[in-house]
Nanobody, 124 residues
Framework: EVQVVESGGGLVQAGGSLRLSCAAS????????IGWFRQAPGKEREGVSC????????YYSDSVKGRFTISSDNAKNTVYLQMISLKPEDTAVYYC?????????????????WGQGTQVTVSS
């Protein structure tokens, strides 16, 4: 059984930082890409970042580039999203998802497995 589990969300003041973790099990981790998406109330799910565990390519949306860093620990089957300089507009439920390497990282329909989400709230 494939499981994808996020952790690390919380409440932080603007300008603060958080680190999200995504632990995946039951799939060939090294053949996949792990993406982070977020969804704020009343808005569509948005691709935030992605890392390919095949070649370690990384991708970021323009809205987080320079503030968020994605990384992986393949020995632990875990991907991290380090978020700094957080803004109120970063407030959302953050999801991680797994897709076989080579798909469109920003298209949520290309991901096969999803976590339950973790809330990130940035206060002004």
């Amino acid at each position: 059984e494939v499981q994808v589990v996020e952790s690390g969300g919380g409440l932080v003041q603007a300008g603060g930082s958080l680190r999200l973790s995504c632990a995946a099990s039951g799939l060939p981790f090294d053949d996949y890409a792990i993406g982070w998406f977020r969804q704020a109330p009343g808005k569509e799910r948005e691709g935030v970042s992605c890392i390919s565990l095949v070649d370690e390519s990384t991708y970021y949306s323009d809205s987080v580039k320079g503030r968020f860093t994605i990384s992986s620990d393949n020995a632990k089957n875990t991907v991290y999203l380090q978020m700094i300089s957080l803004k109120p507009e970063d407030t959302a439920v953050y999801y991680c998802a797994a897709a076989p390497h080579g798909r469109n990282w920003y298209d949520y329909s290309d991901y096969d497995y999803w976590g339950q989400g973790t809330q990130v709230t940035v206060s002004s």
